[in-house]
């Protein structure tokens, strides 16, 4: 083991020194007494500009006026304009490779320039000449686009909103904004597939799912979806999944907001549900066909029912009850559980998350254990390390769509970890008694307004229970709005005579009684809202009032101080990998730089404190920015319109496919329902094409990663009278350029299909190629992978759809606030509605608008091709040492490629997961592992990681590959050596006993680097056969006196 140490260590530095000795052979030729080159770090106008141009150097220059910027009499020479312009430029700032080591790179894969590479890699048939943005093509600079921001942040009017409809001001604590919202180290991690370096957020998705399953009474919860629409349609389809698609009715009742119900009808049509919308009285399941009922707790315009009798008679026809609630409300309400709901879904936004004119915002899903198999999302589980100590890690992820593909439960991938952990630190941050305090507040609120309304007459309050959401009648609903309009305040219309009131934690008493003089129509109002308090009574029946404990976990009882919490959040950042701590390489998720200046507008209040329902005429900033981000997206891509509301990848695949149905029934085609999907395909392609109703007809591939044409050929012609669509992935999820791609889209297009693009790898096309170029019709781009929106843990994302023109009018719309494609289509016929919001998560859009605004056109074309630059030098830099499995016709790859890995199963024992393992103890994340290929690794480096960033992985790999040897050649043992007993974590290197047969220093150390920063996994090999489907804090000490019972695992394949 010392001997692989050595060997890695002297490659590295004979690569250092190599590299320095030309640096200075460069230096020596290119040096001049007159002229030299500014450092790209340093601006063009300091006197010190120049690594090669000392101090002493530009004092002796001053008298050599050809050198001189500035000086006296005729040795004065003009300078350029081009100096004078700011030069906080951002490109040089995202795109890592300076054009000295682009040359160098490109010339180490065998090529003269980047250009050539690119050249060499790019097929020449799908080349774009070049890339013109209307606005912003030339990039602005950093203050530049903050100045920008700052000016349409301005144009956003914020109203004090009372709008509720499931969105809600909230205080997001300051804590909790700083070290979370605005802090890399959670917003830059991935999705925890790799648990020994995932402990702190996984502990804090925990968290979240305790926190539901408390307060809605349910032993199960996911750790986040999309949003509560979503949420609903995703326990719609549960139901159809529990009868086994034997019932065909799905009833919703009126009292839902109307942007679920929008949702529920749009997703039932792909799976034939007929959904039937009625008042509760009305509710019939006298068909025998009804599979489940959606219902609101509290409804939508506030009433509390007891909804006991209702859940036992729907139980009684074999009925599945599911309902929508509010968290902040069950901290007052008997939980659903309580009730007998099966299924409980709702948002945790009002738990310290900003509305952000819709999102982004953590949805949940709980239920029984008896559906545990069925439910969407992730799960977090408890199960132990390789030392026999309590660990956590994701839980039956064959559920899934990245196992199940077709068959998976759901489609959903990215979910909204950073939301769910923001949700989570508020219930912490408050505990128990925090939040009941919170929750009597706002009852009290809205006691103390009805109470007011029934002193000023002429208005009639509902007679039903309610908890925040006060409904009122009255002879004139739109005076009354007009008149808080004027007062800045906006109202829910709910018809010509009814008006509902939601408060929230920011309501205060000055707000109340402002209400109270609008309602008074000019009046003077005799009271104020701090008199009224002895009269407010509790609102709730007592037999709705909650009775049960909840938050009894220590967690939720001792972080209450910020010195206390700001230590937790740190305790839990510091068990997590992130891009603070070094390049997470995984193939086909584009792990980029989320750069501060992108960051920044997230936060600020203007773009934060909007209510997605608002009058668009208060949210003129947005609306400029969403239609400035819809033509760059349209120039990119080759479209003619965009659609931003889905608030996922996987969302834009299914709002793609649901575009490319809703055009062949316009022309009549219902019967197209074929839908084509290579095997190497990602595995929502499959799980959203199912969604749709569609049959799967799968297509393979060549020796060479390509799609076999032939064989897609026949699939098509086969099925020509039946053919919807192709989904297809370009550059292909083998890394490679496929050269007939063109071809592929005219075979399908000749037989009556639609070409779906997944936007995956679109951080290989931009200002190279594009979809529309390349001729598909429909395509989502993924702005969390190319466009920079953070991963976030496992979320947010975004994934608004482009189309082509002949597809713009069947683009979503929106129940409560229209909205449609950007720039609008001549007509619309709308498909439905796909995401809660208008715009789907909107706060994240300025993160890729900044983005896109500051790079301009030739900066994004470079850091195409710098992405591709860094995979082909990653890829020659291991092709020695690894069998780099797919190339294109010329011998390259494009931004990622995939390592062969198989063979060391035979020779060594050795799979990708224990490479992954150990490249944790070198401080780095693993690539994807095995996908799509079993028994390999997908390696995505980006343009925004350095060269010496590539090398340091790369010499990682390097020293593992001569680990490997030493297995293969008899000299580590094949079932105790390093790679199996990876990863090493303090507590056992420090631990008393030591048995294994490499030393600890070797297990710890085994580059030079780390001894200089080294991030530590925190935990061993975290095991699945131990695993325990805990979806709260609850079992975990359950588990340490289970495995007191057990003897000490081994690590279990």
Same mark, same amino acid.
């Given at each position: 083991?010392?001997?692989?140490?050595?060997?890695?260590?002297?490659?590295?530095?004979?690569?250092?020194?190599?590299?320095?000795?030309?640096?200075?052979?460069?230096?020596?030729?290119?040096?001049?007494?007159?002229?030299?080159?500014?450092?790209?770090?340093?601006?063009?106008?300091?006197?010190?500009?120049?690594?090669?141009?000392?101090?002493?150097?530009?004092?002796?220059?001053?008298?050599?006026?050809?050198?001189?910027?500035?000086?006296?009499?005729?040795?004065?020479?003009?300078?350029?304009?081009?100096?004078?312009?700011?030069?906080?430029?951002?490109?040089?700032?995202?795109?890592?490779?300076?054009?000295?080591? /682009?040359?160098?790179?490109?010339?180490?894969?065998?090529?003269?320039?980047?250009?050539?590479?690119?050249?060499?890699?790019?097929?020449?048939?799908?080349?774009?000449?070049?890339?013109? $943005?209307?606005?912003?093509?030339?990039?602005?600079?950093?203050?530049?686009?903050?100045?920008?921001?700052?000016?349409?942040?301005?144009?956003?009017?914020?109203?004090?909103?009372?709008?509720?409809?499931?969105?809600?001001?909230?205080?997001?604590?300051?804590?909790?904004?700083?070290?979370?919202?605005?802090?890399? !180290?959670?917003?830059?991690?991935?999705?925890?597939?790799?648990?020994?370096?995932?402990?702190?957020?996984?502990?804090?998705?925990?968290?979240?799912?305790?926190?539901?399953?408390?307060?809605?009474?349910?032993?199960?919860?996911?750790?986040?979806?999309?949003?509560?629409?979503?949420?609903?349609?995703?326990?719609?389809?549960?139901?159809?999944?529990?009868?086994?698609?034997?019932?065909?009715?799905?009833?919703?009742?009126?009292?839902?907001?109307?942007?679920?119900?929008?949702?529920?009808?749009?997703?039932?049509?792909?799976?034939?549900?007929?959904?039937?919308?009625?008042?509760?009285?009305?509710?019939?399941?006298?068909?025998?066909?009804?599979?489940?009922?959606?219902?609101?707790?509290?409804?939508?315009?506030?009433?509390? #029912?007891?909804?006991?009798?209702?859940?036992?008679?729907? @139980?009684?026809?074999?009925?599945?009850?599911?309902?929508?609630?509010?968290?902040? !409300?069950?901290?007052?309400?008997?939980?659903?559980?309580?009730?007998?709901?099966?299924?409980?879904?709702?948002?945790?936004?009002?738990?310290?998350?900003?509305?952000?004119?819709?999102?982004?915002?953590?949805?949940?899903?709980?239920?029984?254990?008896?559906?545990?198999?069925?439910?969407?999302?992730? +799960?977090?589980?408890?199960?132990?390390?390789?030392?026999?100590?309590?660990?956590?890690?994701?839980?039956?992820?064959?559920?899934?769509?990245?196992?199940?593909?077709?068959?998976?439960?759901?489609?959903?991938?990215?979910? /909204?970890?950073?939301?769910?952990?923001?949700?989570?630190?508020?219930?912490?941050?408050?505990?128990?008694?925090?939040?009941?305090?919170?929750?009597?507040?706002?009852?009290?609120?809205?006691? !103390?307004?009805?109470?007011?309304?029934?002193?000023?007459?002429?208005?009639?309050?509902?007679?039903?229970?309610?908890?925040?959401?006060?409904?009122?009648?009255?002879?004139?609903?739109?005076?009354?709005?007009?008149?808080?309009?004027?007062?800045?305040?906006?109202?829910?219309?709910?018809?010509?005579?009814?008006?509902?009131?939601?408060?929230?934690?920011?309501?205060?008493?000055?707000?109340?009684?402002?209400?109270?003089?609008?309602?008074?129509?000019?009046?003077?109002?005799?009271?104020?809202?701090?008199?009224?308090?002895?009269?407010?009574?509790?609102?709730?029946?007592?037999?709705?009032?909650?009775?049960?404990?909840?938050?009894?976990?220590?967690? $939720?009882?001792?972080?209450?101080?910020? @010195?206390?919490?700001?230590?937790?959040?740190?305790?839990?950042?510091?068990?997590?990998?992130?891009?603070?701590?070094?390049?997470?390489?995984?193939?086909?998720?584009?792990?980029?730089?989320?750069?501060?200046?992108?960051?920044?507008?997230?936060?600020?209040?203007?773009?934060?404190?909007?209510? %997605?329902?608002?009058?668009?005429?208060?949210?003129?900033?947005?609306?400029?920015?969403?239609?400035?981000?819809?033509?760059?997206?349209?120039?990119?891509?080759? $479209?003619?319109?965009?659609?931003?509301?889905?608030?996922?990848?996987?969302?834009?695949?299914?709002?793609?496919?649901?575009?490319?149905?809703?055009?062949?029934?316009?022309?009549?085609?219902?019967?197209?329902?074929?839908?084509?999907?290579?095997?190497?395909?990602?595995?929502?392609?499959?799980?959203?094409?199912?969604?749709?109703?569609?049959?799967?007809?799968?297509?393979?591939?060549?020796?060479?990663?390509?799609?076999? +044409?032939?064989?897609?050929?026949?699939? !098509?012609?086969?099925?020509?009278?039946?053919?919807?669509?192709?989904?297809?992935?370009? %550059?292909?999820? @083998?890394?490679?350029?496929?050269?007939?791609?063109?071809? +592929?889209?005219?075979?399908?297009?000749?037989?009556?299909?639609?070409?779906?693009?997944?936007?995956?790898?679109?951080?290989?096309?931009?200002?190279?190629?594009?979809?529309?170029?390349?001729?598909?019709?429909?395509?989502?781009?993924?702005?969390? *992978?190319?466009?920079?929106?953070?991963?976030?843990?496992?979320? %947010?994302?975004?994934?608004?759809?482009?189309?082509?023109? @002949?597809?713009?009018?069947?683009?979503?719309?929106?129940?409560?606030? &229209?909205?449609?494609?950007?720039?609008?289509?001549?007509?619309?016929?709308?498909?439905?509605? =796909? &995401?809660?919001?208008?715009?789907?998560?909107?706060?994240?859009?300025? =993160?890729?608008?900044?983005?896109?605004?500051?790079?301009?056109?030739?900066?994004?074309?470079?850091?195409?091709?710098?992405?591709?630059?860094?995979?082909?030098?990653?890829?020659?830099?291991?092709?020695?040492?690894?069998?780099?499995?797919?190339?294109?016709?010329?011998?390259?790859?494009?931004?990622? $490629?995939?390592?062969?890995?198989?063979?060391?199963?035979?020779?060594?024992? =050795?799979?990708?997961?224990?490479?992954?393992?150990?490249?944790?103890?070198?401080?780095?994340?693993?690539?994807?592992? &095995?996908?799509?290929?079993?028994?390999?690794?997908?390696?995505?480096?980006?343009?925004?990681?350095? *060269?010496?960033?590539?090398?340091?992985?790369?010499?990682? #790999?390097?020293?593992?590959?001569?680990?490997?040897? /030493?297995?293969?050649?008899?000299?580590?043992? =094949?079932?105790?050596?390093?790679?199996?007993?990876?990863?090493?974590?303090?507590?056992?290197?420090?631990?008393?006993?030591?048995?294994?047969?490499?030393?600890?220093?070797?297990?710890?150390?085994?580059?030079?680097?780390?001894?200089?920063?080294?991030?530590?996994?925190?935990?061993?090999?975290?095991?699945?056969?131990?695993m325990v489907i805990a979806t709260s804090f609850a079992p975990f000490s359950q588990c340490r006196r289970w495995l007191k019972k057990r003897r000490q695992p081994t690590r279990n394949r």
């Amino acid at each position: 083991m010392e001997r692989a140490r050595k060997v890695a260590n002297r490659a590295i530095l004979k690569r250092l020194v190599n590299e320095s000795k030309q640096s200075r052979n460069g230096e020596m030729s290119s040096r001049s007494p007159v002229s030299y080159t500014p450092s790209r770090y340093v601006s063009s106008l300091s006197p010190f500009g120049s690594k090669n141009h000392s101090r002493s150097d530009s004092l002796g220059a001053r008298n050599v006026s050809n050198n001189v910027g500035f000086g006296v009499g005729s040795q004065i020479r003009s300078i350029s304009v081009e100096a004078l312009k700011s030069s906080d430029t951002f490109p040089r700032r995202h795109n890592s490779a300076t054009p000295e080591e /682009q040359t160098k790179m490109a010339e180490s894969c065998g090529f003269d320039s980047l250009d050539a590479l690119i050249d060499a890699t790019v097929p020449k048939a799908i080349r774009i000449d070049s890339m013109k $943005f209307p606005k912003f093509d030339g990039g602005l600079t950093e203050s530049q686009m903050i100045e920008h921001m700052k000016d349409l942040e301005s144009k956003n009017k914020i109203f004090k909103s009372f709008i509720g409809m499931g969105y809600y001001n909230t205080h997001v604590p300051p804590v909790i904004l700083r070290n979370i919202m605005e802090n890399p !180290a959670w917003y830059t991690q991935y999705t925890p597939y790799q648990a020994e370096i995932s402990q702190g957020r996984l502990e804090s998705l925990l968290n979240f799912q305790t926190m539901i399953t408390d307060l809605t009474g349910l032993p199960m919860s996911n750790a986040s979806l999309l949003d509560e629409g979503t949420a609903a349609a995703e326990a719609m389809a549960m139901c159809n999944n529990i009868v086994k698609g034997k019932k065909k009715t799905f009833i919703i009742a009126n009292n839902c907001h109307p942007q679920t119900i929008d949702i529920c009808k749009t997703r039932a049509d792909g799976f034939d549900l007929k959904v039937v919308t009625a008042d509760l009285k009305d509710i019939d399941y006298s068909s025998g066909d009804v599979c489940g009922v959606l219902v609101q707790y509290p409804g939508t315009e506030g009433e509390i #029912l007891d909804y006991g009798e209702f859940v036992k008679n729907a @139980h009684a026809q074999g009925v599945k009850v599911v309902m929508a609630t509010d968290l902040l !409300a069950l901290i007052m309400l008997k939980p659903p559980g309580e009730l007998g709901a099966d299924i409980v879904v709702g948002s945790a936004q009002r738990f310290g998350v900003p509305m952000g004119y819709g999102g982004p915002h953590a949805a949940f899903l709980a239920t029984s254990q008896e559906y545990k198999r069925m439910m969407p999302g992730r +799960i977090i589980g408890v199960s132990v390390d390789s030392s026999g100590k309590p660990a956590l890690r994701m839980a039956m992820q064959t559920r899934e769509q990245h196992i199940r593909r077709d068959k998976a439960t759901s489609n959903i991938c990215t979910a /909204q970890a950073l939301l769910a952990n923001m949700a989570a630190m508020y219930a912490v941050y408050h505990g128990p008694e925090g939040l009941k305090t919170i929750a009597q507040r706002v009852h009290g609120l809205a006691g !103390a307004f009805a109470v007011g309304l029934k002193k000023l007459g002429n208005i009639e309050v509902q007679g039903l229970p309610f908890f925040d959401t006060v409904k009122v009648t009255c002879a004139d609903a739109y005076a009354i709005a007009d008149a808080a309009y004027k007062s800045e305040i906006n109202l829910r219309v709910v018809d010509a005579k009814t008006i509902t009131v939601s408060f929230d934690e920011t309501t205060t008493l000055d707000d109340l009684d402002k209400l109270f003089k609008v309602f008074a129509g000019g009046k003077p109002v005799s009271f104020t809202a701090a008199s009224l308090a002895p009269e407010v009574e509790n609102a709730i029946p007592s037999g709705l009032l909650r009775q049960s404990s909840y938050l009894t976990h220590q967690i $939720f009882n001792m972080y209450h101080t910020e @010195h206390e919490l700001l230590r937790y959040l740190h305790k839990l950042q510091s068990k997590d990998l992130s891009l603070c701590h070094s390049m997470i390489p995984l193939g086909s998720c584009t792990m980029k730089l989320n750069a501060t200046t992108e960051m920044m507008p997230v936060t600020w209040p203007g773009f934060t404190d909007i209510h %997605p329902f608002a009058p668009s005429e208060q949210a003129q900033g947005y609306q400029e920015m969403f239609n400035n981000l819809g033509d760059l997206l349209c120039t990119i891509t080759g $479209f003619d319109s965009f659609s931003l509301q889905p608030n996922a990848g996987a969302a834009g695949e299914y709002a793609g496919l649901m575009v490319i149905r809703a055009y062949h029934k316009s022309r009549g085609d219902h019967h197209r329902n074929v839908c084509i999907i290579p095997v190497s395909a990602h595995g929502t392609n499959p799980a959203s094409a199912a969604m749709c109703g569609m049959k799967i007809v799968p297509v393979g591939t060549d020796s060479k990663g390509n799609i076999n +044409i032939e064989e897609l050929r026949k699939a !098509a012609e086969a099925n020509r009278d039946k053919l919807s669509a192709l989904m297809v992935t370009y %550059p292909s999820t @083998h890394g490679v350029y496929e050269e007939g791609i063109d071809e +592929i889209c005219r075979i399908i297009h000749d037989n009556g299909g639609q070409v779906y693009m997944d936007g995956a790898n679109m951080n290989a096309q931009v200002g190279l190629t594009s979809p529309g170029f390349i001729g598909a019709d429909v395509c989502h781009l993924n702005l969390h *992978k190319t466009f920079c929106i953070p991963h976030g843990g496992g979320g %947010p994302g975004m994934g608004p759809i482009g189309v082509k023109k @002949h597809l713009a009018p069947f683009l979503p719309s929106h129940p409560v606030v &229209s909205t449609g494609g950007i720039p609008a289509p001549d007509k619309s016929h709308p498909l439905g509605t =796909i &995401s809660a919001a208008p715009w789907g998560s909107a706060l994240i859009l300025p =993160i890729s608008y900044t983005y896109i605004a500051m790079m301009g056109s030739k900066g994004l074309t470079d850091a195409s091709k710098i992405a591709i630059l860094n995979a082909n030098y990653m890829a020659k830099r291991l092709e020695n040492y690894y069998p780099v499995l797919f190339r294109g016709v010329n011998g390259t790859v494009a931004h990622e $490629f995939i390592v062969d890995l198989r063979g060391f199963k035979n020779t060594a024992g =050795i799979e990708p997961e224990d490479v992954a393992k150990r490249l944790m103890d070198y401080g780095f994340h693993g690539p994807t592992m &095995s996908w799509p290929v079993p028994g390999t690794l997908m390696i995505e480096p980006t343009e925004s990681e350095s *060269k010496a960033e590539l090398d340091r992985f790369c010499d990682a #790999l390097i020293s593992i590959r001569e680990e490997i040897a /030493q297995i293969e050649n008899g000299k580590a043992d =094949i079932h105790n050596n390093v790679l199996k007993g990876a990863p090493h974590p303090p507590s056992l290197l420090m631990g008393d006993a030591w048995t294994k047969p490499y030393t600890r220093e070797y297990a710890a150390f085994p580059a030079s680097w780390l001894r200089t920063a080294k991030f530590w996994p925190t935990t061993g090999d975290v095991l699945t056969m131990y695993m325990v489907i805990a979806t709260s804090f609850a079992p975990f000490s359950q588990c340490r006196r289970w495995l007191k019972k057990r003897r000490q695992p081994t690590r279990n394949r």
